[in-house]
T-cell receptor
Framework: DAGVIQSPRHEVTEMGQEVTLRCKPI?????LFWYRQTMMRGLELLIY????????DSGMPEDRFSAKMPNASFSTLKIQPSEPRDSAVYFC???????????FGSGTRLTVV | QKEVEQNSGPLSVPEGAIASLNCTYS??????FFWYRQYSGKSPELIMF????GDKEDGRFTAQLNKASQYVSLLIRDSQPSDSATYLC???????????FGKGTTLSVSS
């Protein structure tokens, strides 16, 4: 199993630009989660999907953030326009079932200058 | 606001000692509890989970849960330098799905 695959690994962009982060969950997993990690705030849940349907997006900071899951094997997190305070490591994770542990992807380190 | 609290550390122990990591949570309805290990620059990896009060052992690791005190701990016996990492405590929310993470405790094991 290739695990959860995220791309890109690193992204450096200028303030105001659109950023798209991508995630391929483990095949057969029915839950997909997007988290953001910073030193100050730790791991914060942004949004999660069950069977491709968004369940809870209350963690999305503001309207500049959006996430989609068009099918069971692909999800995107988009930031438009990006701001320096969005700089963080963004993790995608997936799981099979509601109570099992998550498998995390390698993360995308986003730097907005 | 559901919260998971951990002492940020660093917790320093000599090689071969027992490391004790602690976590408290605010939501009394929480059902499942997880410990993740995160090496610097890497993603979190699951090492233990526990659902019932008491102890659960897996190799050198023991997870302890006390729901009445809203307290979870992780013991690492015979600590090794390779155990040096940040340990994240995670608790599910009332819906039984998305995990809420603590900020983690940094463990340093010296040889």
């Amino acid at each position: 199993d290739a695990g959860v695959i995220q791309s890109p690994r690193h992204e450096v962009t200028e303030m105001g630009q659109e950023v798209t982060l991508r995630c391929k969950p483990i095949s057969g997993h029915d839950y997909l989660f997007w988290y953001r990690q910073t030193m100050m705030r730790g791991l914060e849940l942004l949004i999660y999907f069950n069977n491709n349907v968004p369940i809870d997006d209350s963690g999305m900071p503001e309207d500049r953030f959006s996430a989609k899951m068009p099918n069971a094997s692909f999800s995107t997190l988009k930031i438009q326009p990006s701001e320096p305070r969005d700089s963080a490591v963004y993790f995608c994770a997936s799981s099979f079932g509601a109570l099992s542990g998550y498998t995390f992807g390698s993360g995308t380190r986003l730097t907005v200058v | 606001q559901k919260e998971v609290e951990q002492n940020s550390g660093p917790l320093s122990v000599p090689e071969g000692a027992i490391a004790s990591l602690n976590c408290t949570y605010s939501d009394r309805g929480s059902q499942s509890f997880f410990w993740y290990r995160q090496y610097s620059g890497k993603s979190p990896e699951l090492i233990m989970f526990i659902y019932s009060n008491g102890d659960k052992e897996d190799g050198r690791f023991t997870a302890q849960l006390n729901k009445a005190s809203q307290y979870v701990s992780l013991l690492i016996r015979d600590s090794q330098p390779s155990d040096s990492a940040t340990y994240l405590c995670a608790v599910n929310d009332q819906a039984g799905t998305a995990l809420i993470f603590g900020k983690g405790t940094t463990l340093s094991v010296s040889s």
